[in-house]
């Protein structure tokens, strides 16, 4: 296995246990936020839909010289009119897209290719997609979680890290 393949896979794997977590939801909570100032669930599953993508777009499509923000915006209003149970079909729709710019580079990309972070710095494009792509589903996927051990869902940690279900003894 590549590294590229090791990145894409660790991706998937975010994506599945934020669709476990999403199928744990407990209905007519998706306005829930635990404060002012935090994203509402809603919020928080329409950001996931697009954060690992905005990135990748940006450090593969996207000029060189350039954080490319008018990608991020893009990405972010057209994400604001999905509904909650939109949520499994555009995350399909994400990681396709993802899939798609993963065949655009190759293993030596990951190390030679220079890109613009948004902190408008250049890093090397394996780098890059770790502490964006990857971080930002970790990240929020955590978040996700925490929401809803708020709410009193029964999770544990194999829910988070793995995301399954275990029988507690």
């Known amino acids: 296995m590549t590294n590229k393949e090791q990145i894409l896979k660790s991706i998937e794997n975010e994506f599945k246990i934020i669709d ?5 939801i407990p ?3 998706s306005d829930f936020k635990p404060c002012e100032d935090t994203r509402t669930i809603i919020e928080l599953l329409r950001y996931i839909t697009w954060c690992s993508l905005g990135t990748l777009k940006t450090f593969i499509e996207g000029d060189d010289n350039s954080p490319n923000y008018e990608m991020y915006r893009e990405l972010s209003e057209n994400s604001k009119s999905m509904k909650f149970d939109e949520f499994p079909e555009a995350m399909k729709k994400q990681m ?3 899939k798609i710019l993963f065949r655009k580079f190759d293993d030596k990309d990951l190390l030679e290719k220079m890109v613009m972070m948004p902190d408008q710095e250049k890093y090397p494009l394996g780098e890059s997609v770790i502490n964006t792509s990857v971080k930002h589903l970790t990240a929020y996927r955590m978040q996700l979680y925490i929401y809803l051990k ?8 194999v829910n988070c890290w793995l995301g399954e279900d275990i029988e507690e003894s």
């Open 27 to 29: 209905e007519g909570k």
């Open 150 to 157: 708020i709410l009193g869902v029964k999770l544990n940690t």
């Open 96 to 98: 396709e897209e993802i």
């Open 20 to 24: 476990h977590l999403y199928g744990k």
